[in-house]
C-alpha cells in the first residue's frame, strides 16, 4: 500500500473534535448537551449580508481577483481608518478565512524547521498550521496564576535561535480571553526590531472586548511596518464563520507580493461570501453594541457562577468569548469524556474542551478546561450547574 506523508501523520488532530464521538454517544442515548466547547456563535448574521446574497442575480460565478474584490479591499481599508488602523488597499489581501491567511503568512515568511515562538495557550490549529508549513512551534508559557499575561520578554530571549523567524500572538486571546495591553505589545515591537523576526498577530476578536479596554493593533506601533503582520477574519466579527473570509495584512511589500503567489495559486476567495463580507461592512454600530453588551453579560454570567463552584479557578477574559477555568480534577480529558460517556442530570450534559491541548508543552494544563461562552445566559447558567453537580459526583466515583 502506498505510504502516507510523514507531515500527514504529524498533523495534529483537533484537540475540541476529538471528543465528538461521545458527544454522539450522549446523543444518541437522547441526552442534551450544552456546547461549552466550540466558539461557534448563536449570534446573528447582520442582515444587511445575507441580504446581499439574496437580492443578487448573478449569472455566472466567476473567480474573483486573487487578492479578493477591488471594491471590498477599498471598503475594509476604509472601515479600518475609520477604527484607527492605518490600512491602506494594498496592505491587503482577502483570503479564505483568517485560517488561510495563517498559512499564507507562515508560508511567505518560513522555511521548513524554522520556528516560531507562541505563547501558550495557544488556539489549537496554530499546531496544525504550523505542521502544514514544516515550521517548529517553540511555546512560551503563560499562566492562569498570572491572568495569562503577556510572559517577561526574557522569557522569549531565551528561545530566540538562529532559527527563530516569527513571534505569533492572538490578541485578545483564544483559549484565554487575554488582552495585551499597549505596554506589552511595544514589549514585543522591541524584541522582534531587535532579532529581525516578524511579528504576526492573529485579532480576530478584536471587536469583542469588554469593561471599555481598548484594543491595540501591531498596526499601530511606529517603527514595526516590515515586521507586523495582522490576521483578520469576518467569522466572529458578523457571525459569519460559513462564509470563510478573512484577510492577510501588512505594510511589508515583500511579504504581500509573496502572499499573493499564494493567493494566486489557489486562484481566488469565495465570491458569494465576498459579496456578503463587503455588504457586513455597513452594519449599523447598535448590531455591534447589542453583541458586544450580551457577550460581556453573558462573560459575567459565566465567571460568577464558576466562582461559586469550590476549587475552580478562573481567569477573567477581557476580550473574545473564551476563558480557560482549572478544575479539581487530574486529568480534565478524563473527566470531560466522563461527562458525555457516563453523566448525565436529568437527561443533559455539558461537552467541554480539555485545555491541554491548547499547549504544546506536554503534561501543562492536565486540569484545566477551555470553555466559549456562545450560549444564551440560562444555558449557561444550567451548565455551570451541571458542571457544579458533576465535579462532586467525579470526585465520589
Ligand atoms: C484565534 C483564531 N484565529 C483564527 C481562526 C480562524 O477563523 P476563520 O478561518 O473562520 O476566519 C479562529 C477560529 O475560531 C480563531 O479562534
Request: charged share 30%; net charge neutral.
Given at each position: 500500500m502506498p505510504k502516507i506523508s510523514q507531515k500527514g501523520q504529524q498533523m495534529p488532530?483537533?484537540?475540541?473534535?476529538?471528543?465528538?464521538?461521545?458527544?454522539?454517544?450522549?446523543?444518541?442515548?437522547?441526552?442534551?448537551?450544552?456546547?461549552?466547547?466550540?466558539?461557534?456563535?448563536?449570534?446573528?448574521?447582520?442582515?444587511?449580508?445575507?441580504?446581499?446574497?439574496?437580492n443578487n442575480d448573478i449569472k455566472i460565478l466567476e473567480y474573483s481577483h486573487s487578492a479578493g474584490f477591488e471594491s471590498y479591499r477599498t471598503k475594509l481599508s476604509a472601515y479600518y481608518k475609520t477604527h484607527g488602523l492605518p490600512i491602506e488597499v494594498a496592505d491587503i489581501i482577502i483570503t479564505t478565512g483568517g485560517s488561510e491567511a495563517l498559512l499564507f503568512a507562515m508560508g511567505s515568511t518560513m522555511d521548513t524547521d524554522d520556528e516560531i515562538i507562541i505563547p501558550e495557550p495557544f488556539y489549537a490549529n496554530y499546531?496544525?498550521?504550523?505542521?502544514?508549513?514544516?515550521?517548529?512551534?517553540?511555546?512560551?508559557?503563560?499562566?492562569?496564576?498570572?491572568?495569562?499575561?503577556?510572559?517577561?520578554?526574557?522569557?522569549?530571549?531565551?528561545?530566540?535561535?538562529?532559527?527563530?523567524k516569527a513571534i505569533l500572538i492572538c490578541n485578545p486571546g483564544n483559549p484565554t480571553g487575554y488582552l495585551y495591553s499597549k505596554e506589552e505589545i511595544y514589549q514585543l515591537a522591541?524584541?522582534?526590531?531587535?532579532?529581525?523576526?516578524?511579528?504576526?498577530?492573529?485579532?480576530?476578536?478584536?471587536?469583542?472586548?469588554?469593561?471599555?479596554?481598548?484594543?491595540?493593533?501591531?498596526?499601530?506601533?511606529?517603527?514595526?511596518?516590515?515586521?507586523?503582520?495582522?490576521?483578520?477574519?469576518?467569522?466572529?466579527?458578523?457571525?459569519?464563520?460559513?462564509?470563510?473570509?478573512?484577510?492577510?495584512?501588512?505594510?511589508?511589500k515583500e511579504v504581500m507580493s509573496t502572499a499573493m503567489k499564494f493567493a494566486q495559486a489557489r486562484l481566488s476567495p469565495p465570491t458569494y461570501a465576498q459579496i456578503a463580507s463587503e455588504a457586513a461592512l455597513d452594519t449599523p454600530q447598535s448590531y455591534f453594541d447589542d453583541v458586544?453588551?450580551?457577550?460581556?453579560?453573558?462573560?459575567?454570567?459565566?465567571?460568577?457562577?464558576?466562582?461559586?463552584?469550590?476549587?475552580?479557578?478562573?481567569?477573567?477574559?477581557?476580550?473574545?468569548?473564551?476563558?480557560?477555568?482549572?478544575?479539581?480534577v487530574k486529568s480534565?480529558?478524563?473527566?470531560?469524556?466522563?461527562?458525555?460517556?457516563?453523566?448525565?442530570n436529568n437527561g443533559e450534559t455539558v461537552m467541554v474542551a480539555p485545555a491541554a491541548g491548547f499547549y504544546s508543552t506536554p503534561?501543562?494544563?492536565?486540569?484545566?478546561?477551555?470553555?466559549?461562552?456562545?450560549?444564551?445566559?440560562e444555558d449557561l447558567i444550567r451548565s455551570v450547574a451541571i458542571l457544579k453537580d458533576a465535579l462532586i459526583k467525579y470526585k465520589e466515583k
Open positions: 488532530e483537533s484537540p475540541i473534535r476529538k471528543l465528538v464521538p461521545y458527544a454522539e454517544i450522549a446523543k444518541k442515548k437522547g441526552h442534551k448537551v450544552y456546547h461549552l466547547n466550540i466558539g461557534q456563535p448563536d449570534i446573528k448574521t447582520p442582515e444587511v449580508a445575507l441580504n446581499a446574497i439574496k499546531n496544525g498550521f504550523s505542521t502544514a508549513s514544516g515550521v517548529k512551534v517553540v511555546p512560551v508559557i503563560s499562566t492562569i496564576d498570572e491572568g495569562f499575561a503577556l510572559p517577561p520578554i526574557s522569557a522569549f530571549e531565551k528561545l530566540i535561535t538562529p532559527k527563530t522591541e524584541i522582534v526590531k531587535k532579532h529581525d523576526l516578524f511579528l504576526i498577530a492573529d485579532e480576530v476578536y478584536r471587536e469583542f472586548i469588554y469593561d471599555g479596554d481598548k484594543h491595540f493593533s501591531v498596526m499601530n506601533v511606529p517603527g514595526i511596518e516590515e515586521n507586523a503582520i495582522m490576521i483578520d477574519s469576518v467569522s466572529k466579527r458578523y457571525s459569519m464563520c460559513g462564509a470563510r473570509i478573512g484577510c492577510i495584512v501588512s505594510k511589508n458586544i453588551n450580551e457577550y460581556k453579560e453573558r462573560r459575567d454570567t459565566l465567571i460568577s457562577e464558576l466562582n461559586k463552584i469550590e476549587g475552580v479557578k478562573v481567569a477573567t477574559p477581557k476580550g473574545a468569548f473564551y476563558c480557560i477555568a482549572k478544575l479539581p480534565a480529558d478524563d473527566f470531560a469524556k466522563w461527562l458525555l460517556e457516563t453523566y448525565d503534561n501543562v494544563g492536565l486540569d484545566e478546561i477551555r470553555i466559549a461562552y456562545v450560549l444564551k445566559k
